[in-house]
């Protein structure tokens, strides 16, 4: 625990209390392995959240006091959420990762993105005139989420600015991610979707970044044959575009992925 308190005085939320309320509502069937792995990260990852930006340690705290009701786990593989289901509460990730996935007309599974703790599912439509879930949201390891009601939430943005701003500007970036992402569906070419994504993932100053995804998960991404993304892969890497260290993609030439 030394380790995981050092990296919360860092960031400045300890959560001491929501840890031990985590660790007392975990079931024991979880997994001691992921339990106690759980144990190491419930400081960690609960130590920031883009809708608490701005907030102090205390504000932060008796919020979560204040609304945590429940806490809910999942193994690797579960699916959270179906896409239409309403949405009846605040589902609050703070441990894991999810996929979420899309049905289309023609039957077709259209992998979204990969969402990490800790962040909110779909918060641009908890309060939408539908209310419901517009993708399906599936386990990519084993998850922890907190349940808040969306009428406490809402009475909570309500009297505070703070946390009302974070809130809309959360939903301003969903509309932009998503925006991208039906601009890179709109794209023909593999190549110029993959330049496309490369330039959204790095700037000229940070010309590395890491994969969250394996390279059959990528494939899925852009909606094409594995074999035809590690082709596309491969020759940018010999054109001297891009280097490839497992999931480590580092950009070489910025203005051939441009002029893509």
């Not at 949405?87 to 039957?107: A, D, F, N, P, Y």
């Not at 601009?183 to 490369?198: D, E, G």
């Not at 993932?201 to 995804?213: G, P």
């Amino acid at each position: 625990m030394e380790d995981s308190t050092h990296i919360t005085e860092q960031t400045g939320h300890s959560h001491s209390h929501l840890h031990h309320l985590l660790e007392n509502q975990i079931p024991t069937d979880y997994g001691h392995s992921e339990q106690s792995h759980g144990a190491y990260h419930h400081d960690q990852e609960l130590s920031y959240c883009p809708l608490f930006k701005g907030m102090s340690q205390k504000e932060h705290d008796q919020f979560l006091d204040r609304n945590v009701k429940e806490v809910l786990t999942y193994k690797k593989g579960e699916t959270i959420v179906l896409q239409g289901e309403p949405i009846k509460w605040v589902m609050l990730l703070v441990q894991g990762s999810v996929r979420t996935e899309m049905i289309t007309l023609e039957g077709n599974v259209l992998n979204i993105d990969i969402l990490e703790a800790v962040i909110p599912l779909a918060p641009a439509f908890i309060y939408g005139a539908k209310k419901s879930y517009p993708v399906d949201v599936i386990a990519a390891e084993p998850c922890v989420f907190l349940k808040i009601s969306k009428e406490a939430w809402l009475d909570e943005m309500a009297e505070n600015r703070q946390l009302l701003t974070n809130f809309l500007t959360m939903n301003a970036d969903l509309t932009f991610f998503l925006t991208n992402k039906l601009q890179m569906i709109s794209l023909k070419s593999l190549r110029k979707k993959l330049a496309t994504f490369f330039l959204e993932k790095t700037t000229v100053e940070k010309d590395t970044f890491n994969l969250k995804r394996s390279r059959t998960q990528l494939a899925e991404y852009f909606g094409v044959q594995r074999q035809s993304l590690a082709r596309s892969l491969k020759e940018m890497e010999d054109e001297g575009i891009i280097q490839l260290r497992g999931r480590i993609v580092k950009i070489l030439d910025r203005s051939r992925l441009i002029r893509e």
